[in-house]
C-alpha cells in the first residue's frame, strides 16, 4: 500500500510560529496544494521534510544544506524566540503523520532552546539540545498511537515514507529536476534504469561470464600444452590469438578514451546548449538594447526640452499663456482706467477737494513777503485778515511757518495722493502683445498638451520595451552564465560540436577495426579449435565453448535490458509529456531517446516533421525532463507508493504548462503535496489567480492551503497564517 | 531479483538456445534438477553469485560440472 501523508504540524518553526495543533495542515491521497507567495513559507514547510529525512535544513541564505544542530538558532520561529525570557525553554519541532495499508505512524523530531541572553538571533545566545526523535504507531483499530522504541524501527519507519533510492524523483525543490535527469550525463540515464531495473545484477553476471571464459581459455590451453600430441601450428595459432586479443585490448581502450571524449564534449554541449543558444539571443538583445537605449535617451532629452519649454510659453509672446482667462480684462481695464480719468478730473476741477489750502495757493508765489510776516509776528496780529494772532496760536503758528518757508520748494501737495497715470500707460502697453492672443491660447495649451501626452507615450513605450528586453536578458542570465562573454560561449559550443564530430569518427573507425578484430579472432579460434589434439578430455572443451557462448548471451542480455527500459522510458515519457503539454498549444512532437555514439542517451524533442528542437525554453526543457522523472515512476514494475513532495516545480514552466502539470502528477503518484506561488494573487479576495480558482475546482485536487504572512510586521512579529480553501 | 528471471532473460537469446537444444525456455528455474548443461552452468553462476560465492568458489563448480576439476 501506498504511503500517504495524512499531516504536517510545526511548532515555532521558522515563521509557523505555534504549537502543532496550530498550524495542522491535513492531506489526502490525491493531489494537495500549499499556496504561498515567496517568503510565505514553502521552502520552510519543505525544509521540514528536509529535517525529516537527513536531520538538516536548507539554509537559503547560501543554499546549502545544514545539520538542524548548526542552523537552529535560525529555525525557531523570531516571534518565539522574542517570547522566551533568559532562562526559559522554546520548543522547536515538526510533526508528520503518514498511514500504509496497516498503520499510522506520527513522527516527531524537535529540539529545545534555552535562552541565555539578550541578544535573539546570537547563537551564543541559546543552548540547544536536540530531542530523541519520537515515533507513534497505530494499526487504525488503536484508537490511541503507541510509541515505537528501537531506535532501527523508528529509521526504518521514516525511510518507508520515500525509499531513499527514489527520493530524487518523489521529493524534490524546482530547480532540482535538472540535475536529476541530465541525459549529457551517461550515468543520469544509467541510474534511472539502474534503479528500474538491477541492470547492475547483469553487468555482474557479465563480468563473471568472461572471466571464466579467460579462464577456461587457459585451462584448455594448459590441457592442450600438456598434451604430447600438440604441434607447432597450435602453437603459432595460440600465439596470433593472443596477439589478436592483445591488439583487441588496446583498441578497445583507445574506444574507451574516445568514448569519454565524445561523452566530455556532449556533456559541454549539452551544458552550454541552453547557454548557446541564450549567447546568442544575449547577443541578440544587447544589439536591441543598445539601440533602444538611444532611442529613449534621444526621446527623453526631446521630453526634457520640451517640457523646460513650456514654461517659457507662459511669457513668450508668441504663446502668452499668461494670459489665459483674461478675456474680459481689457474691458475691464477700459472701465477703470475710463472711471479713474473721471475722479481725476473730478479732483483735478476740484469737485472733492476739501482742504484747497493744501493743494492751491491762493495769493501769488512768495507773498506775504518776509518783512510783512516779521510785522505781523512782532504785533501778533494777521494783517491780511485782520485778526489778532496771539502767541501759541495757530494763527501766530502758520504766521511763522509761511516766514520760515523755503523759497525754492513747491507748496502743491498733489491733488491725488498716488497719480497711476504712467503705471496704468505702461500696463496698456505692456499688456498689448499678450491680449491679441488670448483667443488662441487654449488651443495653443491643447496642441502642447497633445504633444507632452505624444512624447510622453512614446518615451513610456520606449522604457517599457527597454525594460522588457533587459528583463528577457536577465532571464537568459538567470538560466545561463554571465561569468562569459557571449563569443565565448558561442566558441565554447561550437568546439564540442567539432570534438563530438571528431570523436564519432573516431569510434566508428575504432569500432570497424574491433568488429573485424573479433571476427579474426573467431577465425583463428576455429583454426585452433581444429588443431588441438584430439585426447584432450571433453570436458574442457565444453567448458571453453560453453563459457565463451555464455559470455556473448550475457552481454547481449545486459543490453536488451537496457534498451527494453530505455524504450519503456521513451514511450511513458511521451504519454506524461502528452499531459503536460494538453493545455498548451504546442502542436505534435515527441520526446525521443537516443544512443549516442558513445552509448549514453540523447533526450531530444522531434518535431512533427522529424527535426530536432533546438533551444527550447528553460521552462520547456525541465517540463521535458519532469516527463522523464513521471516515466521513471511509471516504468517501476511494482506501483508507485510514494507521494511527490515538491516545492516550486513549476517556477519555469510558465503558466500554460501549469494545469497540464497537476492532471499529470495526479495520474502518476498516488499523493502530491505541490508548494506552489504560481497560483497566487495577492490583490484577490481568495488569494488565488483565474487559474488557481479554475484548478482547485477540479475532483483529483483534494486539498488547497494559502499562505498569508503579513509583510507589514516586524520580523519577530511574523506569523504563517494559513487559509484552508478545499 | 528474481533469479529465474534472469536465467530467463539470458536464456532468451535464440543463438544460444538453438546450439545448446534448451526447449521450453518460459518453465526455467535456477534449480536442480538440470537438463542441460549450458543452463546448469548458467544457474549455478547465477545462484552462486547470489550467494556471495567468490569467483574462485563459483569456476570450481563450474569445473565439477564438466568433471575437469
Redesign the interface.
Known sequence: MASIINSISFKNFFNYYGDYYDTRYEFEEGVNIVVADNGAGKSKFFNAFIWLFYDQILDSDDKIKKNIKDVAVKIISDKAKNETSIGDNVDTGIQIEYSTGRFKYQITKSFTATRLSQKITDFNSWQITINDVQVNRTDHILPKYTPVYDADEKATIIKQLILPTLRQYSFFQGEEVDSIIDFGKKSSIEEAVRTLTDISKYEELVALTKEFKDKAEKDLNKQTKANSDHNDRLDKAIQVKQHLEQTLSNEELRLGEYEKLYDDAEQEKNDLEQNFSNAEKRNELDNKIKEKNKKTNEVAEEYTNFLETINNRFFDGSFSWISLGFDNVVEDFQAKIQHYRELHFEKKTLKNINDPNKHFHFLPIDSPDTVSLKNMIDHEHCYICNRPALKGSDEYDYIVKLKNRPTDIKNDADYVKNNFSNFFGELQMNAQPFYNKISSIEDSILKTREREDALNDRLTKLKKELKSLKDQRKDLLISGSDGEDSMTIINRYKGAIRRIADASYQIEKLRESIKKLKSTIVTTEKEIHDLRPSNIPAGYLLNYEISTDLALATERAKNRVFDNMVNLLEKYANEHFQSLIKYNDLAGGILKFEKSPSGSILFNYIDSSGNIVHGSSEGFQRMKKFSVVMAVISANTTKYNYPLLADAPLSAFGSAFTEGFFEAVGEVFPQSIILVNDLYENDDDMKLNELGKKIIKKDFIKRVYINQIDKNREQIDRTTDKIKLK | ?DRNQ?LR?????E??CQ??DIKDRENLTTNAPYYN??VE??SV??NE?DNNLS?SQ??KK??NI???G
Open positions: 531479483m534472469v532473460e539470458i536464456l532468451s537469446d543463438e544460444f546450439k545448446y548443461k549450458a552452468v548458467l553462476i547465477i553469485n569467483d563459483i569456476y563450474i569445473k564438466h568433471n575437469i
